[in-house]
Structure formats: C-alpha cells, structure tokens
C-alpha cells in the first residue's frame, strides 16, 4: 500500500490515531494520497494533543509539524492562554464540516439521557472488584520496587485487574498487550514495544516521562484464567448489588411498557458482563454477550441474532464498551444502560450512537447507572469538561457553548 499513489484517501474512525506514536497511526500517515479527509464523531477524546494525529495524517502544513503545534496550540492552552483557544477554532471552522445530531432532525430520533443517582457507600460498590476504580499505586505492598519484583502473584493480580476492562490496549502499539510489562511507575506495555523505547537515549515512560531502564521493567506472569473459569468463580448465592437491583427494575419496567423492546447494557469490564448473566437469565431475560474475546465473525453472528424480531428472539445485549463501540449497529434496540462511566466521554458516545444513529426507528432513552458519593461522580465532572473542550474547539467566538467555557477548566483537563 505504502507503494501506490492514491488519489484519496478516507480515515474513517479516525480518532483511532489519536497517539501519535503509534506504529498504525505512523503507517497510514506514511500513505501517498493527493486528497486525505478524516471522519469521526469523537476527534477530541482526551485532550487537544489528540487531534495533532489528524493534522499529521492531513499533511495540514505547519500544524501537522509537532514544533509548530506545540508553540502554537498546545502550549498555549496548556498555560490556559486564550490565544491558544482562538487559534484552534479558527483552525477547526477552516478545515472541518462538523455534522451534529441537531442538523438532522428529521433522520435521527431524539436521544434522552438519564443520569440515575443511586444512594450507596462506596463499600458497598466494592463488593463486585469490576465497579471500583482501580489505583494500581495504592494496593502496592510498598513503595520498594523490590517487594513487588519479588511477587509474581501481585503482579500477575495487577494486570489482571487492569486487564480486565475491555479497554486497556498498550498505550504504544495500541493493541491488547502481549507480554505483559509493568513499569516502576505502575504502567503497563508489552514487553516488546517497551523495550523498543528503552533503546533511546535517556528513556523515559510514554505514559507519565519517568526516567526508565530495564530494571525498572517487571514481567507479568500471564493469567490462564478463561471465561469458563470466571463463570465457574461467581457463586449462585451471590448477593445482587444496588447497581444490578436497579438494572433489573429498569429492564423489567421497559419490558413491561413494551415487551418488544431490546436493551443493551454497556460495560468497560468483561467480567462485570459475566456477572450480570446469572441475575438476568433467573429473571427471565433472553440475552447475548459481546465482548472483545470474540472474533470478528462470533460478533457478527451475535449482533445478526439480536436483531431478529420472533417472539423468543434475545432481548438484552451485554456488551463491552470498547467491542460494540465502533462499527457495529445495533438499531434493533432502543434501550441503552452504560453500568459503570468511562473517563473518555468520546467511547461512551461512540458505544451509544451504535443505537442512536440513522435508520433507528424508535426513540432512544440511554440510562447512565451512577453511585452518588463515588469516584464515578468525579468521572462525570470529567467527562463534561472533555465535551465542553471538544464543543470549545468545534464551535466559534460569540457561540453560547464558548460563553460556558472557562479557560482553567481547560488548564484542569490538560493535566489529566
């Protein structure tokens, strides 16, 4: 491909070359193409560095050199300049059509979201290990590198733990990691794209800049747990959460408006998918699972299943956030309930809009389950202060969005 002179060519879900640093993000900016357009609903997921990837790919001289990004653009946001704000926008309103669900009333049907606070003690919450949020640093036995080089049951624990949510990819190559590498600094790589940084000079970890060195590298044994394994460790008396209590009286509330409507429940975490398939199936429901250890056809095969439309046709969709957010349609439902909030607002909506989107024929309610008091409060607040960067970036001097915008919450989100 690398070969070949095209005419165009078209970066759909182009928010996936977010790093830069990637080697897939480096090979598609190495094709030779007169025209380059980029499609995606989400250009800005975490930060505003996230769309130098696009000006890369674009060939958009001089924003798609890093240099002239930084000094133009990045810094001056990251030092909550005004200027930096202006430039971007300009930028933006030059280059982009920008298409919202607003312009096209009359295709898609109106979106209702419901944030649902459920009164709970975090203690609670943490009887299922899927709902807490994860602190690789704190369940550290010390702060001795060699109390956890010396336990490979921890370490195998931390990146099960970590690994366990569908969407922790290596944050180089940005596939599962192969190999398992934790850094000093609780990071994890594969083995091989980490030890390709150490070859540099005055290495340094791609997650948070700390100086590294191969001793500073500790291997993950790998965990021989499957599926099977983790069905057979969820015992049948289990007490059933406040979080699953409420998804079921929402389900069977929906169910009882319309028996024919079909429900889809998102989770970052696979075994948390595992878990709500016990609760579901005593209580009647007909369901499927989707998560990132099938293949791509076992997906296709689920989702042409949940789309049939007899009377004993499956009617709640398990699936993980990242393998049903991009690419899929699952417009045969109307119900979207996300259990537990991501940090990336952008993953969120693109797993919503595999229901919200043309050719939906009925209104969509999405159901966000929220513990009130809980560290998924706070991801909520960021996840509005990433809208409200991408809304800023998007939008123009005078709009009603960039009156609502503050520059220190930009400040704030830069150094996420």
Known sequence: MKEIEW?????????????????????VIALKAERRWVVTGTPIQNNSFDLFALMAFLKFQPFSIKSYWQSLVQRPLDQGSK????????????????????????????????????????????????LCPLDIKSILPSDTLEDVSKNPELLK??????????DFDCPV??????????????????????????KHLNARCPMCRHPLSKSDLFLAPESQSTLEDDLKSVSSNRPISSKVSTLL???????????????VVFSQF?????LLEEPLKVAGFNILRLDGSMTMKKRADVIREFARTDPD????????????????????????????????????????????RIGQQREVRVVRLVVKGSI???????QEKKRRLASGAFGKKGAKEQNQMRVEDLCILMNL
């Open 7 to 27: 005419f165009r060519v078209i970066l759909d879900e182009a928010h996936v070359i977010k790093n830069f640093a990637a080697q897939q993000t480096k090979a």
């Open 83 to 130: 200027s930096g704000l202006s430039r971007l926008q300009a930028l933006l309103g030059a280059i982009s059509l920008r298409r919202t669900k607003e312009t096209q009333n009359d295709s898609v049907l109106r979106n209702y979201s419901t944030v649902l606070c459920i009164i709970l003690r975090l203690r609670q919450i943490c009887n299922d290990v899927s």
């Open 157 to 166: 624990k931390l990146a099960s733990l970590v690994k366990d949510g569908d």
């Open 173 to 198: 190559c940005l596939c599962p990691p192969i190999k398992t590498v934790i850094t000093c600094c609780a990071h994890l790589f594969c083995q091989s794209c980490i030890l390709k940084t150490l």
């Open 249 to 263: 009286k929402l389900l069977f509330l929906s169910k009882k408006q319309d028996p024919s409507t079909k429900s």
């Open 270 to 274: 696979r075994k948390m998918l595992v």
């Open 313 to 356: 046709a499956p009617n709640v969709l398990l699936a993980s956030l990242k393998a049903a957010g991009v690419g899929i349609n699952l417009t045969a439902a109307s119900r979207v309930y996300l259990f537990d909030p991501w940090w990336n607002p952008g993953a969120e909506e693109q797993a919503m809009d595999r229901v919200h």
């Open 376 to 382: 998924e409060e706070r991801i909520m607040e960021l």
